[in-house]
């Protein structure tokens, strides 16, 4: 019998987490409405950090090593924390074409801060595939941008959570070599939903008067793009770079386009539609790499390829 080939794991962890990501941004649609920015991450991030917390006592995780707790922490508050409530914010300042626009500058920014402070490699297929996606991400915002819609703020609002969002992977990395993904998301999950409490007056009063829908919808966002999507995140990252996790990323815009096609009926043009191709052919670009040059192998010495 085969046995399988574990090589695909962090492949189809990647996959989860970006299929649920996407789905995130129809769920927040519909929350948004009843619940302010802060409200709605705070509430979002507890309901992942009770599922989340729960799986690490089923498990018997433990708290993570101390060397893994500065990069947990700057997740937590970048990426948790503060690039949740500043993405909700600029939702609501600019619409959904130009917010996707701005904040797929992250995955770019990602592979900049992971080669200058991670040493992670910059192949030329990373960067193609990167350029090619990039140019799709492009393509489905300007296409699904309303006229008059945008605004400053909303931009720089959007400009604030890619920044966050490139800062809090980076900072996640170097502790996923001392922390387990569960242990990384749990307690970046955590300290995230600690920096948000703020926002709970406001979350406790729009609870109060919100449509059950919109409730469901945030803790929706708390059980899976949060707890399950952040954890296969952490679990990709760990085995890969900073760099190529964050190519995978734009994939989001092409699932996005796809499943408001089929949850909320929005029929997308051919443009978006072309968008969308090139976002999920830069993410193949990029997820490939160049198989080495078949070297002739010496007597009973086996050939060395790399695998794809």
């Known amino acids: 019998?085969?046995?399988?080939?574990?090589?695909?794991?962090?492949?189809?962890?990647?996959?989860?987490?970006?299929?649920?990501?996407?789905?995130?941004?129809?769920?927040?649609r519909s929350a948004g409405d009843s619940y302010s920015p802060g409200a709605l991450a705070l509430g979002r991030l507890l309901s992942g950090a009770v599922v989340l917390g729960i799986l690490c006592a089923v498990r018997r995780e433990g708290l993570p090593p101390r060397s893994a707790w500065r990069g947990i922490a700057?997740?937590?508050?970048?990426?948790?924390?503060?690039?949740?409530?500043?993405?909700?914010?600029?939702?609501?300042?600019?619409?959904?074409?130009?917010?996707?626009?701005?904040?797929?500058?992250?995955?770019?920014?990602i592979a900049l801060l992971g080669a200058r402070l991670l040493g992670d490699p910059m192949p030329p297929r990373l960067l193609a595939g990167m350029a090619v996606s990039f140019a799709g991400a492009v393509t489905v915002g300007l296409s699904m941008a309303g006229g008059g819609g945008?605004?400053?703020?909303?931009?720089?609002?959007?400009?604030?959570?890619?920044?966050?969002?490139?800062?809090?992977?980076?900072?996640?990395?170097?502790?996923?070599a001392r922390a387990s993904a569960l242990q990384a998301t749990t307690y970046?999950?955590?300290v995230g939903a600690v920096a948000c409490l703020p926002f709970a007056g406001q979350l406790v009063h729009q609870a109060a008067d919100a449509p059950l829908s919109a409730t469901l919808?945030?803790?929706?966002?708390?059980?899976?793009?949060?707890?399950?999507?952040?954890?296969?995140?952490?679990?990709?990252?760990?085995?890969?770079?900073?760099?190529?996790?964050?190519?995978?990323?734009?994939?989001?815009?092409?699932?996005?386009?796809?499943m408001s096609w089929?949850?909320?009926?929005?029929?997308?043009?051919?443009?978006?539609?072309?968008?969308?191709?090139?976002?999920?052919?830069?993410?193949?670009?990029?997820?490939s790499r160049a198989r080495a040059p078949r070297a002739v192998a010496a007597a009973g010495e086996p050939r060395s390829e790399q695998v794809p």
Not at 88 to 106: F, P, R
């Open 1 to 28: 019998m085969k046995k399988p080939d574990h090589r695909l794991l962090p492949v189809a962890a990647a996959v989860v987490t970006v299929v649920l990501w996407a789905s995130a941004f129809v769920s927040i």
């Open 74 to 109: 700057l997740s937590g508050v970048l990426w948790f924390g503060f690039y949740m409530v500043v993405l909700n914010w600029g939702e609501q300042q600019v619409d959904a074409g130009t917010a996707a626009l701005v904040v797929n500058v992250g995955p770019l920014l």
């Open 150 to 176: 945008s605004s400053v703020l909303g931009v720089v609002l959007c400009l604030l959570a890619a920044v966050a969002y490139a800062a809090g992977v980076v900072s996640q990395k170097p502790a996923l």
């Open 188 to 190: 970046g999950c955590l």
């Open 217 to 258: 919808n945030m803790v929706y966002l708390g059980v899976f793009p949060t707890a399950l999507a952040f954890t296969t995140w952490a679990y990709a990252l760990a085995r890969t770079t900073a760099s190529r996790m964050g190519a995978t990323t734009y994939a989001v815009p092409a699932l996005v386009v796809l």
């Open 262 to 287: 089929l949850v909320l009926g929005e029929v997308p043009g051919p443009v978006t539609l072309a968008g969308g191709v090139l976002c999920l052919a830069g993410v193949a670009v990029s997820r």
